[in-house]
């Protein structure tokens, strides 16, 4: 398996190989072979779930832990990571900004929602309840997340809020539809309520 071309192909692309490790040759290494490792450790089966894990958690994880081994201090480790998350996500940033501009963009967004549920947020890694779904509000309740339970495994849960945070950033633009979550597994809560309103 080319974790190099993961790595390349993950969240952590930017901080590795144009931003703040660029240039860094032996943690670039180091970090593709506990990539290797952690790949090794975790179960990849679920073709769904190894998505998320490939291209956001693992690398996530081994790029922290790394900068931590390399004497990098450990706020600024988080700070480069989420960096690197939100770069990455700039396009579908982009695309959700573009949906919330259009008059009926919250119909398609209420129909694109229940999709990604399915096919991508689902059982194995995601405990997923709705609660509403019409015409004006839209809300589910994630009871548990696989990113989550990954960085809870590997002592990295000051990681998780970074991946809300990219939340924030990806649906906190759309301009005929209001992003309001209040509470997230990330910060300690005990759901995630994600909640999204058709703006009048």
Same mark, same amino acid.
């Given at each position: 398996?080319?974790?190099?071309?993961?790595?390349?192909?993950?969240?952590?692309?930017?901080?590795?190989?144009?931003g703040?490790?660029?240039?860094?040759?032996e943690?670039i290494?180091?970090?593709?072979?506990?990539?290797?490792?952690? =790949? @090794? &450790?975790?179960?990849?089966?679920?073709?769904?779930?190894?998505?998320?894990?490939?291209? *956001? #958690?693992?690398? !996530?994880?081994?790029?922290?832990?790394?900068?931590?081994?390399?004497?990098?201090?450990?706020?600024?480790?988080?700070?480069?990571?989420?960096?690197?998350?939100?770069?990455?996500?700039?396009?579908?940033?982009?695309?959700?900004?573009? =949906? @919330? &501009?259009?008059?009926?963009?919250?119909?398609?967004?209420?129909?694109?929602?229940?999709? *990604? #549920?399915?096919? !991508?947020?689902?059982?194995?890694?995601?405990?997923?309840?709705?609660?509403?779904?019409?015409?004006?509000?839209?809300?589910?309740?994630?009871?548990?997340?696989?990113?989550?339970?990954?960085?809870?495994?590997?002592?990295?849960?000051?990681?998780?809020?970074?991946f809300?945070?990219?939340?924030?950033?990806?649906?906190?633009?759309?301009?005929? #539809?209001?992003?309001?979550?209040?509470?997230?597994?990330?910060?300690?809560?005990?759901?995630?309520?994600?909640?999204?309103?058709?703006?009048?």
């Amino acid at each position: 398996m080319n974790h190099n071309k993961i790595l390349k192909k993950s969240s952590m692309n930017y901080i590795l190989y144009e931003g703040q490790l660029c240039g860094n040759k032996e943690l670039i290494r180091k970090t593709e072979r506990r990539l290797g490792e952690l =790949i @090794g &450790k975790h179960d990849l089966s679920n073709k769904k779930m190894a998505v998320h894990m490939k291209k *956001a #958690i693992l690398p !996530s994880i081994a790029v922290y832990k790394e900068m931590l081994e390399f004497g990098y201090p450990r706020e600024k480790s988080i700070e480069a990571i989420k960096e690197s998350a939100i770069i990455a996500n700039k396009g579908m940033a982009s695309f959700f900004g573009f =949906i @919330g &501009k259009m008059p009926f963009g919250y119909a398609i967004f209420r129909k694109m929602c229940p999709m *990604a #549920i399915k096919n !991508s947020f689902c059982e194995p890694g995601w405990n997923m309840k709705w609660i509403s779904n019409n015409s004006k509000t839209m809300e589910f309740h994630a009871k548990s997340c696989l990113y989550v339970n990954i960085m809870k495994q590997e002592n990295c849960l000051e990681l998780v809020p970074i991946f809300c945070q990219v939340d924030d950033y990806m649906y906190g633009n759309m301009k005929n #539809i209001i992003w309001d979550r209040k509470k997230t597994l990330g910060y300690g809560d005990k759901v995630c309520d994600f909640r999204f309103f058709k703006r009048s």
